[in-house]
């Protein structure tokens, strides 16, 4: 398995704009995580899907976040308007329950 | 509200010594934590989980501990090297499936 593939690796973007980040899980996980990390704030969960099915989205910082995961193989995170406090790596990991999480290679997001 | 600590000073050592990091939580103890390095550029890749039962694991170079009394996960790299030199993040289940994670420790290693 290639392991967790995100796609784009760099964004830049206006402020305002749309963003739409990708991540293919590994093949077989059932647990798929958002993650951004800032120095300020480290590393943030922001929605994870159990099954394709969102469990907690409690981390999501606002409406112009949301995350869809259409099916096991893939999933999207997007923002909507974009602000340049949203620059951040937002990285997906995939795991099995209560084991270990598997990160991409994150996308580095700056809205300028 | 849960809260995890890691000592966000960086922690220089000298190659061939054992550098101890720390992650202290708050309240509940959770089901489970993990270790994970970090190096620049890359996500976080996992190297240790220790379970709420247990006091101690390792692998290799690595030790950790996880105390419940004191809330506390030491982690251990003995002999250390300069190729350790990383960010060391912990990261904590507490029984609701999903991994909250540690500002992260970075530990730098001189020759």
């Known amino acids: 398995d290639a392991g967790v593939i995100q796609s784009p690796r760099h964004e830049v973007t206006e402020m305002g704009q749309e963003v739409t980040l990708r991540c293919k899980p590994i093949s077989g996980h059932n647990s798929l995580f958002w993650y951004r990390q800032t120095m300020m704030r480290g590393l943030e969960l922001l929605i994870y899907?159990?099954?394709?099915?969102?469990?907690?989205d409690s981390g999501m910082p606002e409406d112009r976040f949301s995350a869809k995961m259409p099916n096991a193989s893939f999933s999207t995170l997007k923002i909507q308007p974009s602000e340049p406090r949203d620059s951040a790596v937002y990285f997906c990991a995939s795991s099995n329950l209560d084991t270990e999480a598997f990160f991409g290679q994150g996308t580095r997001l700056t809205v300028v | 509200s849960q809260k995890i600590e890691q000592n966000s000073e960086a922690l220089n050592i000298q190659e061939g010594k054992t550098a101890t990091l720390t992650c202290n939580y708050t309240n509940y103890s959770p089901a489970y934590l993990q270790w994970y390095r970090q190096d620049p550029g890359r996500g976080p890749v996992f190297l240790l989980l220790i379970r709420e039962n247990e006091k101690e694991k390792r692998k290799e170079r690595l030790k950790v501990t996880f105390d419940t009394t004191l809330k506390q996960s030491l982690f251990h790299i003995t002999a250390s090297q300069p190729a350790d030199s990383a960010t060391y993040l912990c990261a904590l289940d507490f029984n609701t499936d999903k991994l909250i994670f540690g500002t992260g420790t970075r530990l730098q290693v001189f020759p």
């Open positions: 899907f159990n099954n394709n099915v969102p469990i907690d």
